[in-house]
């Protein structure tokens, strides 16, 4: 059996790695860092198929050291013992350099343990993770490394490995090889910035070729079949996930529609109908709120019928929804008003109930069996001025008037009933 593919392609210079300018284009720290030939251990942060196990190939060769590999979702500590046992060895004349995928499949102790090898300087750490370091990598091991981060691949970026690849490709076969004019790009667009899976597509597509009057011709509908759906990059625990969540509110946030139905697109793209049911009731409160009250009963009834008819239907009343949310008037002002109520309620800040506000029961004996409590509902205009905050909260201000008609309207409203400053 042939070399994959992606592995005859995989660049063995720093000139052929595809994309990453930010990381080492000249003069920029890791290519700098390459070319001193550093024994610095390293996280390499981002999504998959960018060229970080690449990268550690290289960082290999010019620190003449030996190139372990492992994968933290089926390897043990027991499998790094191993690999230092070949330190000072005709093994490893130089030292070693490991390279540990997916660490975050590292349990803390698992990662702790890598403290003492990195210590005494017999092993160079390269880690490579798609999740967030900070949230997934043990603090101590982070702070004696550098992290760099990895950005998915432009389709600008990726048309000439795509272009090499079909060049490859086209001297392996057997037959005359050609292609539509718009192959290259169509893969390299749908790859979603994983060079891997765009390598991939090529040798599936020519493998999958039709042969026609003696020759094999790849066309940009066949080149559309065999990497569908691929740009679509989506963990539903990963930090992906939460991305194109955070970029959906966002986008609402900033009363870009456009946006925020690409985003709630992507969501139902991958099969995800709960997360943005769930996430644009949560806006219509957060971010539209009391400018438009009616909003998150819209919202609702449009979750309640998405919900009802599943996908792929779903995506209509959602879009209904995801609209009208980033063009309606915006407040946060209740969400502010609770996030500080809370703030005091965490700082101890309560106080008791006033007594006229307590139960009944609680005023059936003693000597004051009277509640003391206004009714505002037979007063003139059904409200009475009466203190309702604990003592120790009398003052507190919480709620502050949105700038919105609606809210507007309300705090006229209560000045003229009120007859003062609000």
Same mark, same amino acid.
């Given at each position: 059996?042939?070399?994959?593919?992606?592995?005859?392609?995989?660049?063995?210079?720093?000139?052929?790695?595809?994309?990453?300018?930010? *990381? !080492? &284009? %000249? $003069?920029? #720290? /890791?290519?700098? =860092?390459? @070319?001193?030939?550093?024994?610095?251990?390293?996280?390499?942060?981002?999504?998959?198929?960018?060229?970080?196990?690449?990268?550690?190939?290289?960082?290999?060769?010019?620190?003449?050291?030996?190139?372990?590999?492992?994968?933290?979702?089926?390897?043990?500590?027991?499998?790094?013992?191993?690999?230092?046992?070949?330190?000072?060895? *005709? !093994? &490893? %004349? $130089?030292? #070693? /350099?490991?390279? =540990?995928? @997916?660490?975050?499949?590292?349990?803390?102790?698992?990662?702790?343990?890598?403290?003492?090898?990195?210590?005494?300087?017999?092993?160079?750490?390269?880690?490579?993770?798609?999740?967030?370091?900070?949230?997934?990598?043990?603090?101590?091991?982070?702070?004696?490394?550098?992290?760099?981060?990895?950005?998915?691949?432009?389709?600008?970026?990726?048309? %000439?490995?795509?272009?090499?690849?079909?060049?490859? @490709?086209?001297?392996?076969?057997?037959?005359?090889?050609?292609?539509?004019?718009?192959?290259?790009?169509?893969?390299?667009?749908?790859?979603?910035?994983?060079?891997?899976?765009?390598?991939?597509?090529?040798?599936?597509?020519?493998?999958?070729?039709?042969?026609?009057?003696?020759?094999?011709?790849?066309?940009?509908?066949?080149?559309?079949?065999?990497?569908?759906?691929?740009?679509?990059?989506?963990?539903?625990?990963?930090?992906?996930?939460?991305?194109?969540?955070?970029?959906?509110?966002?986008?609402?946030?900033?009363?870009?529609?456009?946006?925020?139905?690409?985003?709630?697109?992507?969501?139902?793209?991958?099969?995800?109908?709960?997360?943005?049911?769930?996430?644009?009731?949560?806006?219509?409160?957060?971010?539209?709120?009391?400018?438009?009250?009616?909003?998150?009963?819209?919202?609702?009834?449009?979750?309640?019928?998405?919900?009802?008819?599943?996908?792929?239907?779903?995506?209509?009343?959602?879009?209904?929804?995801?609209?009208?949310?980033?063009?309606?008037?915006?407040?946060?002002?209740?969400?502010?008003?609770?996030?500080?109520?809370?703030?005091?309620?965490?700082?101890?800040?309560?106080?008791?109930?006033?007594?006229?506000?307590?139960?009944?029961?609680?005023?059936?004996?003693?000597?004051?069996?009277?509640?003391?409590?206004?009714?505002?509902?037979?007063?003139?205009?059904?409200?009475?001025?009466?203190?309702?905050?604990?003592?120790?909260?009398?003052?507190?201000?919480?709620?502050?008037?949105?700038?919105?008609?609606?809210?507007?309207?309300?705090?006229?409203?209560?000045?003229?009933?009120?007859?003062?400053?609000?």
């Amino acid at each position: 059996m042939g070399r994959p593919l992606a592995d005859e392609i995989r660049p063995k210079t720093l000139e052929e790695v595809v994309g990453q300018r930010h *990381l !080492l &284009a %000249p $003069g920029a #720290v /890791l290519r700098r =860092l390459i @070319e001193s030939g550093t024994d610095a251990n390293m996280v390499f942060y981002g999504p998959s198929g960018t060229g970080k196990t690449t990268i550690a190939n290289i960082i290999a060769e010019k620190t003449n050291k030996t190139l372990y590999r492992l994968n933290a979702t089926t390897a043990s500590l027991q499998d790094v013992k191993d690999i230092m046992a070949d330190v000072g060895t *005709l !093994l &490893a %004349p $130089g030292g #070693v /350099l490991l390279y =540990l995928d @997916e660490i975050q499949y590292f349990n803390k102790k698992q990662q702790q343990s890598l403290l003492e090898f990195m210590e005494n300087g017999k092993l160079t750490l390269i880690a490579s993770t798609t999740e967030n370091p900070y949230f997934y990598v043990y603090s101590a091991l982070l702070s004696r490394s550098t992290v760099f981060e990895f950005k998915a691949v432009t389709a600008k970026e990726a048309e %000439p490995a795509v272009l090499r690849a079909l060049r490859i @490709e086209k001297e392996r076969s057997q037959l005359p090889l050609d292609w539509e004019e718009d192959v290259p790009l169509q893969i390299a667009t749908a790859c979603g910035g994983d060079v891997r899976k765009a390598i991939n597509a090529v040798e599936l597509l020519c493998q999958a070729a039709v042969p026609k009057k003696g020759k094999l011709y790849l066309t940009k509908e066949d080149a559309s079949q065999v990497s569908q759906r691929s740009a679509m990059r989506y963990d539903r625990d990963g930090d992906a996930h939460y991305d194109i969540l955070s970029a959906l509110q966002k986008s609402i946030r900033g009363s870009d529609p456009d946006a925020a139905v690409h985003y709630l697109g992507r969501l139902l793209e991958a099969g995800d109908l709960l997360s943005p049911c769930r996430r644009l009731l949560v806006i219509a409160a957060e971010d539209v709120g009391l400018a438009y009250p009616m909003a998150i009963a819209i919202t609702k009834a449009c979750v309640d019928a998405a919900l009802q008819v599943g996908l792929p239907e779903a995506r209509l009343p959602l879009a209904e929804a995801a609209i009208l949310l980033a063009t309606a008037p915006k407040s946060n002002t209740a969400h502010n008003a609770i996030i500080a109520a809370m703030d005091d309620l965490k700082k101890g800040k309560t106080g008791d109930i006033p007594r006229h506000l307590q139960n009944v029961h609680a005023d059936t004996t003693g000597f004051d069996n009277q509640q003391h409590y206004l009714y505002p509902h037979v007063f003139p205009h059904r409200w009475v001025e009466q203190q309702y905050l604990p003592d120790e909260l009398k003052d507190a201000r919480y709620y502050e008037w949105g700038d919105n008609k609606t809210e507007q309207a309300a705090k006229a409203y209560w000045e003229k009933i009120k007859g003062r400053e609000l």
